[in-house]
């Protein structure tokens, strides 16, 4: 069980390291070769290479959760949701954690930020900047719809991360690799499986409850109304 | 120990509104400013100008009123800025002699931030460029005699060698051969950081001066070389703004330029003679601190980022300092006097094959000739000789020594 606190943003002082390419001119005091990302993962068969990577994109989607549920956990006026996203955001630092023990077990380095890791924050934090840079064209209702679509793509996409760790860790022969792999596997599995069936029946639940209510955001609704209706969602 | 600027509480910013005589300072003499007050004055009024720029521009892509009014805060003070620093330029300095201290910025600040860099990429782009700088000075205090029998070591005060660079007329390239790699953001060194937004704002605020003070000028010859000057300004721009990682979000540019306003200014101070002028450094420090503090709280607020997370624990403990750098370029000019662009890379000229579209490039802008070289000849023609200051003996590259003191 992960106690540690991750590194939730990798940089020249927590001793981030990088894979120079043609646009991207690491320092060199930085530079991490595709051969060094993931050595123990040769001796299993894998492309330790490709592998090293996928695995510092996933650990970079749980530290862009950990973001996104602290941001929106402080901008949400409901309280069941903020006690969710609260609740969610310290299970998404704690995988961020067991991410980080099973790439140094595997001889790799979790300050790492692969070129697929780089992608994975682009997106992310695109998702994130979209739940606020646009917040002047929604109402107080809808923009509790819009944090909690950001939070349901985002964990689909943790999901989907954590169900390709487990068929990954299914095809490895048996021996201290795999069992690092089913170990970090069976700690967070259930939790994702938590995460995104809570998003998505969230948003079915308070699109069905908001269809049939009568509460109408219109040019004439006062803000605070908004908010107490807002702030009334999911309390019985 | 370098300033940790989330210790400092700064001035609050809502404190910061000033009136218009704070904003109307008296200027510096030019006969007794030292010329490196004149080239902290340059610097920081493009410092402002970016981060005024840079502020529109997140506005432009947010409809958030609350984030709305709080960049329109923070900006509006940085507009306030500008005018102080901007207005310590005298009236009596005529736009030319403005443009030799803008040259005198670009390469003393540029030849400084190369001898300090660590990143190598970043370090052969800062040599590129400064080259080309240091020719655009020759050039123009080859104008600013030509035209007002001017003598620009008065201004320069021998501090920078005058004479000739990578000579401006080859350095017309063609776009695609500006544009650049860039540093990672997570592993990029924090001075690294700081020195790529600082040349950018630089090089970005002698583009926008030559753009409007081209015109300034009845004589064909001296809007010609501007003209000439700004596209090289526009290449530089290009050049240096491809360096920065394009994965930061509006919010953490926003704090990364509060940081490098509150690094300059507490540069600006380390070094800064006159005490008056000094006295504003120090209170655009205090006020940059607390501009800091807002981008932070949005950060915190909008990303879920905590500061501490991107914020350098300590800025780096060396002051970006105007001193002369004259042997720095003379080692530059003799070594990489022959380079080129080809695409990302810097190459030899001769490198280049004959088809490369660098020829073509040249052989259309420079089709009439070019004011860059038009404007030595008429000095020489006007003067007896071309204008140079070579303090350090002659010219280190042989083909570039003046062919008057040659003679001798
Ligand atoms: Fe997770
Ligand atoms: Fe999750
Ligand atoms: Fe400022
Ligand atoms: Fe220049
Ligand atoms: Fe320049
Ligand atoms: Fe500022």
């Known amino acids: 069980m992960a106690t ?13 390291t990088a894979k120079p390419g043609d646009v991207v001119r690491v320092d060199p005091r930085r530079e991490r070769p595709g051969d060094q990302v993931a050595p123990g993962l040769a001796e299993v068969g894998l492309n330790h290479g490709f592998v090293g990577d996928v695995l510092s994109a996933m650990l970079t989607h749980e530290r862009c959760g950990r973001h996104l549920y602290r941001s929106v956990a402080t901008r949400t006026n409901n309280p069941v949701l903020r006690r969710k996203y609260e609740e969610f955001g310290g299970e998404t630092e704690r995988h961020a954690t067991i991410l980080e023990d099973l790439v140094t077990q595997l001889g790799g380095d ?78 967070v599995l259930g939790e994702e499986e938590d995460h995104l069936s809570w998003a998505r029946d969230t948003k079915a639940r308070l699109t069905v409850m908001q269809a049939s209510s009568k509460a109408m955001a219109t040019t004439a609704t006062k803000v605070e109304e908004m908010v107490d209706t807002v702030r009334g969602w999911l309390s019985t | 120990m370098g300033l940790n600027p989330l210790e400092h509480k700064g001035i609050p910013v809502e404190d910061q509104v000033r009136s218009w005589s704070d904003l109307n300072p008296q200027p510096y003499d030019k006969h007794a400013v030292d010329p490196y007050t004149r080239t902290r004055v340059i610097l920081m009024n493009g410092i402002e100008v970016e981060s005024i720029l840079f502020s529109h521009q997140f506005a432009r892509h947010t409809d958030d009123v609350d984030l709305k009014q709080k960049l329109a805060l923070s900006r509006r003070i940085e507009a306030q800025q500008q005018k ?48 080309e700088d240091f020719d655009h000075l020759y050039r123009y205090a080859n104008l600013y005699e030509l035209l007002d029998g001017g003598n620009a070591t008065e201004l320069t005060e021998h501090l920078t060698e005058i004479t ?106 380390q070094q800064e003679q006159d005490s008056r002028i000094r006295s504003i450094w120090e209170e655009h420090l205090d006020m940059e601190i607390g501009q800091l503090h807002v981008a932070c709280d949005l950060l915190r607020r909008y990303e879920g980022v905590e500061p501490e997370e991107i914020v350098p624990a300590e800025l780096p403990d060396t002051p970006v300092t105007f001193e002369p750098n004259k ?43 070019a004011p860059s070289e038009q404007v030595i000849d008429a000095n020489r023609d006007k003067s007896g000789r071309e204008f140079r200051d070579e303090t350090e003996g002659e010219h280190p590259v042989v083909d570039l020594r003046d062919p008057v003191s040659a003679r001798r």
């Open chain 2, 84 to 131: 102080v620093v901007n207005g310590l330029n005298p009236g009596d300095q005529t736009p030319l002699e403005t443009t030799i201290g803008y040259e005198q910025v670009a390469v003393d600040l540029t030849a400084w931030l190369a001898r300090h860099e660590p990143n190598p990429y970043l370090h052969q782009a800062l040599d590129f460029a400064l080259l």
């Open chain 2, 327 to 369: 042997d720095y370029v003379r080692s530059v000019l003799a070594e990489q006097i022959q380079l080129q662009a080809d695409g990302l890379e810097f190459v030899p000229v001769d490198d280049l094959p004959k088809s490369h579209r660098y020829f073509a490039y040249q052989a259309k802008v420079n089709a009439g000739g």
């Open chain 2, 164 to 269: 000739p660079g990578r000579p401006t007329i080859v350095e017309h390239r063609h776009p695609s051969d500006d544009v650049r790699g860039h540093f990672e953001t997570h592993t990029v060194d924090p001075l690294s950081r700081l020195h790529v937004m600082t040349i950018v704002a630089a090089e970005q605020q002698t583009m926008n001066f030559y753009m409007n003070h081209g015109t300034d000028w009845i004589e064909p010859i001296a809007r010609g070389l501007y003209a000439e000057i700004a596209l090289i300004e526009e290449q530089h721009v290009t050049h240096y703004e491809s360096l920065l990682d394009p994965l930061d979000s509006w919010m953490k540019m926003l704090v990364f330029h509060e940081l490098d306003e509150i690094y300059l200014y507490w540069s600006m101070l």
């Open chain 1, 4 to 16: 540690t606190t991750p590194t939730l943003t990798p940089t020249f002082a927590t001793g981030a």
């Open chain 1, 110 to 187: 979790p300050q790492y930020v692969s070129p697929a890791a780089r992608a994975v924050e682009g997106n992310d934090s695109r998702l994130l900047e979209a739940t606020y840079l646009l917040a002047g064209s929604v109402d107080v209702m809808t923009q509790e719809m819009v944090m909690l679509d950001a939070v349901l793509l985002a964990e689909s996409m943790d999901h989907a991360n954590w169900t390709t760790l487990a068929q990954l860790t299914e095809s490895l022969p048996e021996g201290p690799v795999r069992a690092s792999f089913a170990a970090a596997v069976g700690d």
